[in-house]
């Protein structure tokens, strides 16, 4: 099961679109609840990190805007959740998300000016595309209540959004 | 002053303006701006009305910018002729456009 799920997810973020795993591998509400949160989280402390460590107005405003708008997101998956009394359940995707997002931070924290900036933007246009993947063909499409997909559409919408401003601001620091 | 004078005095004073000008709204909605297109005229006042809980921005590249703060409503009067694309900066996926033509 965790193998498989960590597969599945392996799928998602590497091939973005690839049409994804048998039903039985769908992750349930609960599930696509806590991964959603999750995928948030992630950003916003790796927009934290930013904050804190670039001196590039930039990359510090963006890094601002996704803490801002993952908050703003994550703040209405909560009020859902609590609306539809579903506990959100952690999972294996979640647990490899958190994982490789550890990583990301550690390699990021030690580094600093030009690179840190480069190095983190990079990974924000990487990771909000892999995410993309996730809800355009997993999590979406898995989810089973109305309001909770209607919420990842607006999630994908925003991180869509993103990525592109991240790629903008990539464009700018070259 | 003969009649004609007159009428003609009174065009001058209200015929330049014979159009109120107007207030145009967009609504933005899960990060759509909708009506996505908009015609206007000098004069009028784009109002957008944010229902999202995101910021956005009105923006043309090289032109103005608005700030649309969440649940809240922005305006801007046109202020000359021209036909632009416009977006939000936040969320470049987001796409306008306004024409406005001379009154
Ligand atoms: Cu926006």
Same mark, same amino acid.
């Given at each position: ?30 599930q ?8 948030? =989280?992630?950003?916003i402390? $790796?927009?934290?990190? @930013? ?6 107005? /930039?990359?510090?405003?963006? #890094? !601002? ?12 998956a ?8 579903? =506990?959100?359940?952690?999972? $294996?995707?979640?647990? @490899? ?6 990583? /990301?931070?550690?390699?990021? #924290? !030690? ?29 979406i ?29 990539a464009?700018?620091?070259? | ?34 009506p ?14 944010n229902?999202?809980?995101?910021a ?48």
């Open positions: 099961m965790f193998t498989r799920h960590i597969a599945a997810l392996a799928t998602v973020l590497l091939m973005g679109t690839a049409p994804l795993a048998q039903a039985a591998d769908k992750p349930t509400d609960p696509i609840a806590h991964i959603a949160y999750t995928a948030g =989280t992630i950003d402390e $790796a927009a934290k990190l @930013a904050i804190k460590t670039s001196k590039t107005k /930039e990359v510090v405003d963006f #890094a !601002k805007d996704m803490e801002r708008d993952h908050e703003a997101v994550n703040k209405q909560l009020d859902l959740v609590k609306k539809l009394k579903v =506990t959100p359940e952690d999972n $294996a995707t979640s647990q @490899a998300l958190s994982a490789a997002a550890k990583e /990301e931070r550690a390699k990021l #924290a !030690k580094l600093e000016g030009a690179a840190f900036d480069k190095a983190y933007v990079e990974n924000e246009v990487a990771y909000h595309k892999q995410v993309n993947g996730a809800l355009e063909t997993l999590l499409p898995s989810a089973s209540n109305a309001e909770l997909k209607s919420l990842l559409e607006t999630g994908l919408k925003i991180f869509q959004g993103h990525e592109q401003h991240a790629e903008h601001v464009g700018m620091l070259k | 002053m003969s009649k004609r004078q007159l009428w003609i005095a009174l065009v001058l004073v209200f015929g330049t303006s014979p159009v109120q000008a107007e207030t145009i709204q967009v609504t933005i909605d899960k990060l759509v701006f909708s996505a297109t908009v015609e206007a005229k000098v004069g009028d006042t784009i109002k957008w009305v229902k999202d809980v995101f956005h921005t009105a923006t043309v590249k090289g032109g103005w910018e608005v700030m649309i703060p969440p649940k809240a409503t922005a305006s801007l009067t046109l202020q000359k002729a021209e036909a632009v694309d416009y977006f939000c900066r936040f969320h470049p996926n987001m796409k306008g456009h306004l024409a406005v033509t001379a009154p």
